[in-house]
């Protein structure tokens, strides 16, 4: 998800790239650019720091792809090399 001149948007891969509008709480609909893919729910389950850990992107007849968040390995974070030092 991204904001660019006052749009939200998001880009999953290269065909999936799109306007986001809000729909419901954590449901935004998604426009694609590519006007084949129609229009897609999208949601978020957030974490405790308020980032998203889960994207799902219904597709209609086509499925749900589900996206989560990978935790960073430990002593990679920003906060860890800041501590090495």
Avoid: C
């Amino acid at each position: 998800m991204r904001a660019q001149n006052g749009v939200l948007g998001a880009a999953i891969g290269a065909p999936f790239e799109g306007s986001l509008e809000r729909w419901h709480y954590d449901t935004f609909r998604a426009t694609w650019k590519d006007r084949m893919l129609g229009k897609s729910m999208i949601s978020f389950a957030l974490n405790a720091a308020g980032k998203a850990d889960v994207v799902r992107v219904d597709m209609g007849g086509s499925g749900v792809l589900e996206f989560t968040r990978v935790p960073p390995k430990a002593g990679t974070t920003p906060d860890a090399a800041a501590a090495r030092r």
